[in-house]
């Protein structure tokens, strides 16, 4: 047990520090619907996996995600159709077609369960290595390609002009945040995910003084939440990915109050 909690811990940790990372550049491009339909279109994903009768459909899941992202980003590039709109529009077909598939299956499922609400207790030794070289991967390319990834996001058309190939990086960027994503649902599940990105990085801007300070801020906030939200799962037997959301919760009521209210002093 210590083993497979210590595995849990493990992988929780690396995916907070790419999650809070990615975090900001989604507040920044308000891309929070774009993750959050990836999670949810999953779940098409997930009941082909079922119908094949795998005992592990993490491929079948991470192919559709990266459709997904691509179809998205190509629908969004060459029509006038709100973003929004569109993820809407393909999550809620993916999503339907999902359930169909699912609700055709007979029998108790547990595996969808842990994909609603996320449990990094029950990751297999295959997924475990798997998104452990996914986070080191990850953040090599945020590393090495962070600043023109921002300036991607925030002024492509500066960015060709320095000849920045803002395409090729906003493709990539969509890709990448579309595998974080499902690859979190086995922490987070679809109900969840979301908010493992959003929260660290806003609750880090309350806070922050500089974009590198928003980065380590996110990061540490992260990265404690997790520490702690482990702890009272492990203390009052509470969903992993639950306790470690209200950890972080707390800490954003609790910022957002003393940010807010002191503006009235």
């Not at 774009?34 to 993490?58: E, R």
């Not at 709109?85 to 999503?95: E, G, N, P, R």
């Not at 803002?166 to 979301?194: H, N, P």
């Amino acid at each position: 047990m210590a083993l497979i909690l210590a595995k849990a811990l493990i992988i929780t940790l690396w995916l907070s520090v790419v999650f809070a990372i990615f975090g900001i550049f989604v507040i920044i491009k308000r891309m929070a619907f774009f993750s959050d339909g990836i999670a949810h279109a999953a779940v098409l994903g997930l009941a082909i996996g079922f119908t094949m009768g795998l005992s592990n459909n993490i491929i079948i899941i991470i192919l559709e995600s990266i459709i997904f992202a691509i179809l998205i980003f190509l629908l969004e590039k060459n029509t006038k159709i709100n973003p929004d709109a569109l993820v809407s529009i393909i999550f809620v077909i993916s999503l339907s077609f999902g359930l169909i598939i699912l609700s055709s299956q007979k029998g108790y499922q547990p595996e969808l369960i842990n994909f609603i609400i996320g449990n990094p207790l029950v990751m297999s030794n295959f997924d475990f290595y798997f998104i452990l070289i996914f986070c080191l991967l990850t953040l090599i390319f945020i590393i090495f390609n962070f600043k023109k990834i921002l300036l991607v996001i925030l002024d492509p058309t500066e960015a060709r002009l320095i000849n920045i190939n803002s395409y090729t990086y906003e493709l990539v960027f969509y890709i990448f945040l579309a595998l974080s994503v499902v690859l979190g649902i086995k922490i987070g599940g679809v109900m969840l995910i979301t908010s493992f990105l959003i929260l660290p990085p806003t609750i880090a801007s309350f806070i922050a003084k500089s974009l590198q300070d928003l980065i380590s801020k996110s990061i540490i906030i992260a990265v404690v939440s997790v520490i702690v939200g482990y702890m009272l799962a492990y203390l009052y037997n509470f969903p992993v990915s639950a306790s470690i959301i209200l950890f972080s919760s707390i800490i954003f009521i609790l910022m957002f109050f003393n940010k807010y209210l002191s503006n009235y002093k």
